[in-house]
């Protein structure tokens, strides 16, 4: 019963981000053709607004009483103040959707943990890292699984199925996973839930395995002790927004600002008060 109660208040939660999506995509004034245009650095100082992307979860950017939080959207105001200018900001949980927005200059910025790979970057233009991170497991822990053992070993999961949030970067590290083990497996693409969801379902004994980042994964676990985060589905990955590759001038000028930035006092009470 009690599984289910916070089952219930997180599919709650999902309904305020759905909202919260709702409202944050009609946030930007003007119409489509105002995102057609290419837009670099300087025309973007110039119309004083910066269209930034980011997605809903409990550490990047979330609904706390009737204020946004979370270390994207401090991040964010930050630059907001640093520039001098008023930063749009939209909400889509699909990495894909993100990038397309970017390609199609809906978006100027990707403001999320991404994890870089080279085929991203044969694509996109990164900052410099912001944070450092890895996939874990998520699996209930014995004592709340029937007695059976997490599983330790990667070649322990062939033959599994792992749920995972539609469009998630877990997916290519799971299918690589897949061809170093020799073995199948299976991977299911929720359409409906993100990362945190999905943790709660194993937590609740719905599905049995997920995969989120280390860093939300921690977080998590203090508020539900069913779940074990101890096996590493990923090496340390760096983690960085995305620009177009067509705005250089904007890529240097956000990492001229994230270079000094992460020096400041600022900057690691923002890290401590997510991380």
């Known amino acids: 019963m009690q599984y289910r109660k916070r089952l219930y208040l997180y599919l709650l939660l999902l309904l305020i981000a759905v909202a919260m999506m709702i409202l ?63 930063v749009n900001l939209f909400l889509e949980n699909s990495l894909d959707e993100n990038l397309a927005g970017l390609q199609t200059r809906r978006y100027d910025l990707v403001a999320r943990n991404i994890p870089v790979n080279t085929e991203l970057k044969d694509t996109f233009a990164f900052t410099h890292p912001i944070t450092l991170n890895k996939q874990v497991l998520i699996q209930r822990k014995q004592e709340y699984n029937d007695s059976i053992e997490p599983i330790r070993q990667h070649l322990d999961l062939a033959g599994k199925t792992i749920y995972v949030a539609d469009d998630s970067p877990a997916i290519l590290r799971l299918n690589n996973l897949s061809h170093e083990i ?28 997920t995969v989120c980042d280390e860093k939300m994964a921690m977080r998590l676990a203090k508020l539900l002790p069913e779940i074990d985060i101890e096996t590493d589905i990923s090496f340390t990955q760096l983690e960085s927004w995305a620009v177009r590759k067509e705005s250089p001038l904007l890529l240097d000028s956000l990492n001229s600002w994230l270079d000094r930035f992460k020096t400041t006092t600022a900057f690691s009470r923002i890290y401590r008060k997510y991380y």
């Open 182 to 209: 020799g073995d199948t497996i299976f991977i299911v693409e929720d359409p409906t839930y993100e990362a945190e969801q999905l943790v709660m379902m194993v937590a609740s004994g719905d599905i049995d395995f």
């Open 24 to 86: 944050l995509r009609t946030g930007v004034k003007g119409s489509r053709a105002t995102f057609l245009l290419p837009r670099d650095y300087h025309e973007i100082m110039l119309s004083g607004e910066l269209n930034v992307v980011t997605d809903y979860n409990s550490i990047g950017l979330y609904v706390s009483g009737d204020s946004l939080q979370g270390f994207q959207r401090e991040m964010l105001l930050a630059l907001e103040k640093e520039w001098g200018i008023k």
